[in-house]
């Protein structure tokens, strides 16, 4: 008689496994918080220069 066990994760294993999958979302968050200008850069967005922010301002007075 052939006997194969089922896989077996007991409640330690899980929490273990979601607190990494909570770290890891926490950790990319913070990854791309810290290099969204970068990312800004990569797609081509350009930052609005205070200059061209100010001359719009004055030109819809």
């Known amino acids: 008689m052939h006997f194969t066990p089922l896989p077996y994760?007991?409640?330690?294993s899980g929490s273990f496994i979601i607190q990494i999958a909570i770290a890891a979302l926490?950790?990319?968050g913070v990854a791309i918080?810290?290099?969204w200008g970068n990312?800004?850069?990569?797609?081509?967005?350009?930052?609005?220069?205070?200059?061209?922010?100010?001359d719009s301002d004055n030109a819809q007075d």
């Open 39 to 54: 990312i800004k850069k990569f797609f081509g967005v350009k930052p609005k220069l205070k200059d061209e922010e100010n």
């Open 33 to 35: 918080r810290v290099s």
């Open 26 to 28: 926490l950790g990319l």
């Open 9 to 12: 994760l007991d409640p330690g």
